[in-house]
């Protein structure tokens, strides 16, 4: 409402508004302090009116201030939503019980040759990914959480450049250089030259060994992603042989291990047919939360390291969200979700218990 507010008032008609889960997603990550996506949903279907109206109004007074008055805006709006989808039955809930418009996938495409440039290694390794194998990392220079493929290439030449003592990248193409702790000039703080000098200005801290080890790892965790990115293209295309392609597949692919056609995939998002192949897989909702809590243990050991700034209440507050999105959950598990209810519910109460035992920090 407020992004759509901002740019009403300036005249211009947003016709989309997209709700992405701020965890369960590819590339960068968002994380929400423990507002899930549910809820949200909830919330957009509720206030929709609320929201176009609001909107039109503003939207309305600016072009009749900037004498354009004669311009007809748009009766509704879409909302769209994407984040872990990866069956039929979960599509048909947002369209039908949220009343969405449409809904994204993405990382699923990732098998679908027709459609994405991934050279063959890439599928090889994407298809055969399992639960460990996509990670939350601190990968990105741009010090944003980034889902990860730790069998990528580009993650196999960070690993070897550490053992030879000799971490960080060259700086190919310089796009996300913003670092200027040690020197005028920006620098990536995936490069070489900023890691070495980061290490070494660590290892004179008087800090305990733990908290250094923490400290030099999210510093060599992080990787040139502005060039990696297009390694497979460059591959497929033979472009560059000697590529090392980052993938920043999200954990939806961990549900997915068969390389399909265009044709395939579609069938699978309209039911036709299925394509999933975890026996384990969690609806969208439940592995979201999943995400969450993870990330919420993440979080909490780096601050029983001392390595981050966040406050007791903060973790207070996520646990709060997290358990009221829980709450949330239960009823639309018991009076919407028919699909596969009672392995919901009870996968639900696991995850709820799993949350409810961690020891939060103390003020």
Request: a neutral charge; aromatic letters at 8%.
């Amino acid at each position: 409402l407020i992004q759509g507010k901002f740019l009403a008032k300036k005249g211009l008609w947003i016709s989309e508004f997209r709700i992405e889960s701020g965890i369960n997603c590819g590339g960068h990550a968002f994380p929400t302090n423990g507002y899930l996506i549910g809820p949200i949903l909830e919330e957009f279907k509720e206030k929709r009116a609320e929201l176009v109206e609001g909107i039109r109004a503003l939207c309305d007074k600016a072009l009749k201030a900037s004498h354009r008055s004669g311009e007809i805006l748009p009766k509704e709006i879409r909302i769209t939503v994407q984040g872990g989808i990866a069956t039929a039955e979960e599509t048909e809930l947002l369209m039908g019980y949220y009343q969405m418009d449409g809904t994204g996938w993405g990382t699923p495409f990732l098998l679908v040759p027709e459609v994405t440039n991934v050279d063959e290694e890439g599928l090889r390794k994407l298809s055969s990914a399992k639960n460990d194998d996509v990670y939350l990392s601190d990968a990105s220079p741009l010090g944003i959480p980034f889902w990860n493929l730790r069998a990528s290439s580009s993650e196999e030449k960070r690993h070897q450049r550490i053992q030879e003592n000799n971490p960080g990248s060259p700086c190919y193409k310089g796009y996300l250089v913003s670092n200027t702790e040690f020197s005028k000039a920006p620098i990536c703080t995936a490069s070489r030259t900023y890691q070495k000098v980061k290490v070494l200005q660590l290892s004179r801290e008087n800090i305990l060994e733990e908290q250094f080890s923490a400290l030099k790892k999210k510093v060599l965790d992080k990787s040139c992603i502005c060039h990696n990115l297009g390694g497979g293209a460059a591959i497929k295309y033979d472009i560059d042989s000697q590529a090392t392609p980052a993938i920043c597949c999200g954990p939806n692919i961990r549900n997915f291990s068969e390389i399909v056609s265009l044709e395939k995939m579609i069938r699978h998002i309209y039911g036709e047919l299925s394509i999933l192949t975890n026996p384990e897989h969690k609806h969208m909702f439940l592995e979201e939360l999943y995400l969450y809590i993870e990330y919420l243990k993440k979080e909490m050991k780096d601050f029983s390291l001392g390595i981050t700034k966040t406050t007791p209440k903060y973790f207070r507050d996520f646990k709060d969200n997290l358990l009221q999105g829980i709450q949330y959950y239960r009823a639309i598990g018991k009076n919407v979700i028919k699909e596969n209810q009672e392995h919901f519910l009870k996968t639900l109460e696991d995850l709820q218990n799993s949350l409810e035992s961690l020891p939060l920090p103390s003020i």
